[in-house]
């Protein structure tokens, strides 16, 4: 059952009415409507949207597709029809966000719309590459091979994705833990050290007690002003790069910036590659591959790229003529396409880059963590000869001093 908004009008009284009731389609919805006595207005069904924090705790995430993608395969290709495999695996769901965009799905084949179609409208769930790789399936009668490249496909790029967020967990808790300690060191310690400096006449505290005292009195005094100036700078800057200007600009950086820039590079190339061999292998004609997997890297500068590159192929010119030279991908694609499109292999080439491109990211983690590890050593170490510096400077001085009167 699906829960539907609706605004109505009631003849009677001529009044409109605004609720929600429960139907297994909109059709069926409107005819409950009408045997209420309501004329229907506006009716939207309430699938991706909730309330509140529902749709952060319900949200569908990549492993739910790609078990929707297994289940739904190993149906269709059992022999059950479409719908009832679709209804099997909806009630296996335990995701209910997801099981709610199921049963629409569901509700529009039965009204006659095609599969790839009811998809379609949920791209916020299924993406572009989703919906072109059913499509593709349903005109070659290959739907449960075109639904196991699906998740293939997406458990790859969840499996790179993760890794690159694992890699991230170490630095990200050192750098936490180093704040929290200079923290606690500027608020409650050397306020402590100016204290004892207080009573003493004539006594001087060094320049660099100094400098993180001054710190300290901002940070006490003034740290709800702080904490709001954070927050405004970083939901300015999450806003901004959301706009074209800014995209272009982080993307870019993630491109070329140390130590990152060869990790995303080899990131990007493994999503075009991988997604290209599975558009490829399900049929997708190559221009509309193309565009889909400009779009799927998820990088404004390499889906250019791919968009000149298709304008090219279009011209007659080889695809891989068309990305030789090109900066912003790396010279063994082109030739990996370039030894494809000579053998009439192109989907195998594209699958063999990907798995090295895979294997590459493996290797640039490890490598950005063993570079990664030294740095942060080193800051915490310098973080720790500053702040034992200001602390313990004052305190020999006063010894010096005794020891002289």
């Given at each position: 059952?699906?829960?539907?908004?609706?605004?109505?009008?009631?003849?009677?009284?001529?009044?409109?009415?605004?609720?929600?009731?429960?139907?297994?389609?909109?059709?069926?919805?409107?005819?409950?409507?009408?045997?209420?006595?309501?004329?229907?207005?506006?009716?939207?069904?309430q699938t991706e949207r909730e309330g509140g924090?529902?749709?952060?705790?319900?949200?569908?995430?990549?492993?739910?597709?790609?078990?929707?993608?297994?289940?739904?395969?190993?149906?269709?290709?059992?022999?059950?029809?479409?719908?009832?495999?679709?209804?099997?695996?909806?009630?296996?769901?335990?995701?209910?966000?997801?099981?709610?965009?199921?049963?629409?799905?569901?509700?529009?084949?039965?009204?006659?719309?095609?599969?790839?179609?009811?998809?379609?409208?949920?791209?916020?769930?299924?993406?572009?590459?989703?919906?072109?790789?059913?499509?593709?399936?349903?005109?070659?009668?290959?739907?449960?091979?075109?639904?196991?490249?699906?998740?293939?496909?997406?458990?790859?790029?969840?499996?790179?994705?993760?890794?690159?967020?694992?890699?991230?967990?170490?630095?990200?808790?050192?750098?936490?833990?180093?704040?929290?300690?200079?923290?606690?060191?500027?608020?409650?310690?050397?306020?402590?050290?100016?204290?004892?400096?207080?009573?003493?006449?004539?006594?001087?505290?060094?320049?660099?007690?100094?400098?993180?005292?001054?710190?300290?009195?901002?940070?006490?005094?003034?740290?709800?002003?702080?904490?709001?100036?954070?927050?405004?700078?970083?939901?300015?800057?999450?806003?901004?790069?959301?706009?074209?200007?800014?995209?272009?600009?982080?993307?870019?950086?993630?491109?070329?910036?140390?130590?990152?820039?060869?990790?995303?590079?080899?990131?990007?190339?493994?999503?075009?590659?991988?997604?290209?061999?599975?558009?490829?292998?399900?049929?997708?004609?190559?221009?509309?591959?193309?565009?889909?997997?400009?779009?799927?890297?998820?990088?404004?500068?390499?889906e250019e790229s791919v968009q000149k590159a298709?304008?090219?192929?279009?011209?007659?010119?080889?695809?891989?003529?068309?990305?030789?030279?090109?900066?912003?991908?790396?010279?063994?694609?082109?030739?990996?396409?370039?030894?494809?499109?000579?053998?009439?292999?192109?989907?195998?080439?594209?699958?063999?880059?990907?798995?090295?491109?895979?294997?590459?990211?493996?290797?640039?983690?490890?490598?950005?963590?063993?570079?990664?590890?030294?740095?942060?050593m080193i800051l915490m170490g310098l973080m720790?000869?500053?702040?034992?510096?200001?602390?313990?400077?004052?305190?020999?001085?006063?010894?010096?001093?005794?020891?002289?009167?």
């Amino acid at each position: 059952m699906l829960t539907f908004k609706y605004t109505a009008r009631d003849p009677a009284t001529g009044k409109k009415v605004s609720s929600q009731l429960q139907a297994e389609n909109q059709q069926a919805a409107a005819t409950l409507l009408q045997k209420e006595g309501l004329a229907p207005i506006t009716l939207q069904a309430q699938t991706e949207r909730e309330g509140g924090f529902g749709k952060y705790l319900h949200r569908v995430r990549i492993k739910d597709k790609v078990l929707f993608s297994r289940q739904l395969s190993t149906l269709i290709n059992a022999g059950l029809p479409l719908v009832q495999s679709l209804r099997n695996v909806s009630a296996q769901t335990q995701n209910k966000q997801f099981q709610m965009v199921i049963n629409q799905v569901i509700a529009d084949v039965e009204s006659g719309t095609s599969f790839s179609e009811s998809l379609k409208r949920h791209p916020k769930v299924f993406d572009e590459v989703f919906i072109s790789l059913v499509a593709a399936g349903e005109v070659s009668g290959t739907l449960d091979t075109s639904l196991e490249r699906i998740a293939n496909q997406k458990e790859k790029d969840a499996e790179i994705l993760s890794k690159i967020r694992g890699a991230m967990i170490y630095p990200v808790i050192v750098l936490v833990v180093m704040l929290a300690v200079v923290i606690f060191m500027v608020v409650k310690v050397l306020p402590s050290v100016e204290e004892v400096y207080r009573d003493l006449p004539g006594a001087t505290l060094p320049l660099v007690t100094r400098v993180m005292l001054g710190i300290s009195r901002i940070t006490v005094k003034y740290w709800p002003f702080i904490l709001v100036a954070l927050g405004l700078i970083i939901f300015f800057t999450t806003k901004w790069s959301q706009t074209l200007g800014g995209k272009r600009l982080m993307d870019r950086l993630k491109m070329r910036a140390w130590p990152i820039g060869r990790l995303f590079m080899k990131v990007y190339m493994a999503r075009f590659t991988r997604v290209g061999a599975t558009l490829v292998s399900s049929g997708v004609p190559l221009i509309q591959m193309l565009n889909i997997t400009g779009r799927a890297v998820n990088n404004i500068h390499i889906e250019e790229s791919v968009q000149k590159a298709a304008e090219k192929v279009k011209g007659g010119k080889a695809l891989s003529e068309s990305l030789k030279g090109d900066p912003n991908f790396l010279i063994l694609v082109p030739d990996m396409l370039r030894i494809g499109e000579e053998s009439g292999s192109v989907q195998q080439m594209l699958g063999k880059t990907a798995d090295y491109y895979e294997r590459e990211v493996d290797n640039e983690i490890r490598t950005i963590s063993s570079t990664i590890e030294p740095i942060l050593m080193i800051l915490m170490g310098l973080m720790a000869i500053l702040i034992v510096t200001a602390v313990l400077l004052p305190v020999y001085s006063l010894v010096g001093q005794d020891l002289i009167g």
